[in-house]
């Protein structure tokens, strides 16, 4: 689960699936994500308003950009897309209000975002002249009708709570075609990385559909991005071409064509034979790829925690028992996990914490269970369990999901647990993960990118969490949560983070694995990339400065 910022997970989750985000997510960086994110980024941008060539007399226009992705998207929408293909997809498709890079703002939509002196009312001013693939004007009733639906209970958006503060939600009124103005219940210090997330969606498309998830609509997606829809064909490819009326300038390329490649060894031959121009890596591919010398490779932090996620709702009930947690995580060892999934210490750091180092609040300093065989053993014996047999799915040719699962088999073998591995595709995979009534696996790889405020992790470890697929729960962190999402006082704030921090640790309620590096292939032929910006989840923050050299 791939964010923007809050639920973008970047394997499915997320649900990212974050900022984003969000959005829960695959084991590797070759996956859908969870993720909730949009606030990191490995370069910085300049304003989408006036972004300059690399070079004078470089770029040139025309041409088509070929991004392999790993499964079909999920759905067209930015109110609904979590995992990974769906969301990088959208970046194209539809643009945000703003982003954040560095801490530092970056308007697209919007022109400005100022906060009243009582910290409970945003005013958006919107740039004039925009208008949707479709050519009607996008004005405030598109940006409060978007919000209004994702407060909508009936329209089941996973960003939904995000706009909840302390109970009551938070309302979007028009002042006039370019003003919003957004009123907080309460002081949110983490509601601006909210609103990075929010991508409008077309009032006239959609105002009179039942339910958008599932709209027709969402098949021949209008948005405001820099490429509009042109063609699909599901489990092959997904194209979208130029949208000339882009209000950032027109975009360079004519089109760009996401090729759904499955098989990672395929996808990687047909890099290296010229078929595809942007791919990421598994770093067990990277000299391979590198050799060719027709590669540009970039490897970025994403602000995203690999971990592997116990189903406390499994059918063998063994996983809601603390210690039977506590002893898989002292069967394993980090650093050998690491070593294992990501070839060398350098595309990961060893993780403790739920939250991701670019976080506010966040520290490693948290208990952990690791590398004890004897403890484990008397810790399964403690629980009462004996001969358990625990299934872990696994996206079929995802190299880090594969290796991670097969050291956990052996390693779990070494203390008495049988473990079942179940192989599946990329799309079953994040159907099987998402589902809250799955009860027939125990163990899976996964990730997330939330973003740069931890109120956004709410939905992964509050018992009501939207992105929950776990099912933790433990009322004082929801407590926690809670408090932290309302407390205006940094000093105070970070002591509730630090500590829902220890506790969600304490539990075992995830096996934290490595913050992790994103590895991407870019072909040299193109130029661009530090004015588009590399981008959790999504690759690149602005496709239309990409050009063909």
Not at 439 to 455: E, H, K, Q, R
Request: net charge negative; charged share 20%.
């Amino acid at each position: 689960m791939l964010n923007r910022n809050k639920k973008r997970f970047t394997g499915i989750v997320v649900l990212a699936l974050l900022t984003m985000l969000a959005s829960a997510c695959s084991g590797n960086n070759n996956g859908n994500n969870a993720t909730p994110s949009a606030s990191g980024t490995a370069s910085a941008g300049a304003s989408a308003s006036g972004s300059q060539p690399a070079a004078s007399g470089e770029a040139k226009d025309g041409g088509n950009l070929i991004v392999a992705v790993a499964s079909d998207p999920v759905v067209l929408n930015p109110d609904y897309a979590g995992d990974r293909v769906s969301l990088t997809i959208d970046q194209a498709l539809y643009a945000p209000l703003f982003q954040v890079n560095n801490g530092k703002k970056t308007f697209y939509l919007a022109d400005s975002l100022d906060l009243s002196e009582d910290k409970l009312t945003y005013t958006l001013k919107l740039k004039s002249g925009l208008t949707w693939h479709d050519g009607q004007p996008l004005t405030a009733d598109d940006v409060v009708f978007t919000i209004d639906k994702i407060l909508d209970e009936s329209q089941n958006s996973f960003l939904r709570g995000n706009f909840i503060i302390g109970g009551k939600p938070v309302q979007a009124v028009k002042v006039d075609d370019t003003t919003v103005q957004l009123k907080l219940p309460q002081v949110a210090p983490g509601f601006e990385a909210t609103l990075v997330q929010v991508f409008p969606i077309p009032k006239h498309i959609y105002e009179n559909e039942a339910n958008i998830e599932k709209s027709e609509k969402n098949k021949q997606p209008v948005g405001s991005g820099a490429f509009k829809f042109k063609e699909y064909k599901t489990g092959e490819y997904l194209t979208l071409e130029r949208f000339d009326g882009y209000f950032g300038g027109k975009p360079h390329l004519d089109s760009i064509t996401y090729r759904i490649a499955k098989d990672t060894n395929a996808a990687n031959l047909a890099l290296q034979n010229g078929e595809l121009n942007v791919k990421y890596l598994d770093p067990q591919d990277v000299s391979t790829i590198e050799a060719t010398g027709n590669f540009d490779i970039q490897a970025y932090s994403e602000g995203r925690l690999a971990y592997m996620m116990f189903n406390h709702n499994s059918a063998t009930g063994a996983l809601k028992k603390k210690e039977v947690r506590e002893a898989i995580g002292y069967a394993l060892n980090r650093e050998e996990l690491i070593q294992v999934a990501y070839a060398s210490a350098d595309y990961a750091d060893p993780a403790h914490s739920f939250l991701t180092p670019d976080v506010l609040y966040q520290t490693n300093d948290v208990p952990t269970y690791d590398n004890d065989v004897a403890k484990a053993k008397e810790l399964l014996q403690t629980a009462g369990v004996s001969n358990l047999k625990l299934r872990f799915i696994v996206t079929s040719g995802n190299k880090v999901q594969e290796a991670i699962s097969l050291y956990v088999q052996q390693k779990l073998k070494d203390v008495g647990i049988t473990v079942e591995l179940s192989s599946m595709d990329a799309s079953a995979f994040v159907a099987k993960f998402t589902d809250p009534k799955a009860t027939d696996f125990d163990l899976v790889v996964s990730g997330y990118i939330m973003g740069f405020d931890p109120d956004a992790y709410s939905m992964l470890f509050t018992s009501d969490g939207s992105s929950n697929y776990s099912h933790y729960s433990n009322p004082e962190v929801d407590e926690l949560f809670k408090q932290g999402a309302g407390e205006g006082d940094a000093a105070k704030r970070e002591e509730i983070y630090k500590k829902a921090q220890t506790i969600v640790a304490e539990d075992a309620a995830i096996y934290p694995i490595a913050y992790t590096k994103t590895i991407v292939a870019l072909d040299k032929r193109y130029g661009g990339l530090d004015q588009a910006v590399l981008k959790p989840v999504v690759i690149f923050e602005d496709p239309s400065k990409l050009y063909l050299k």
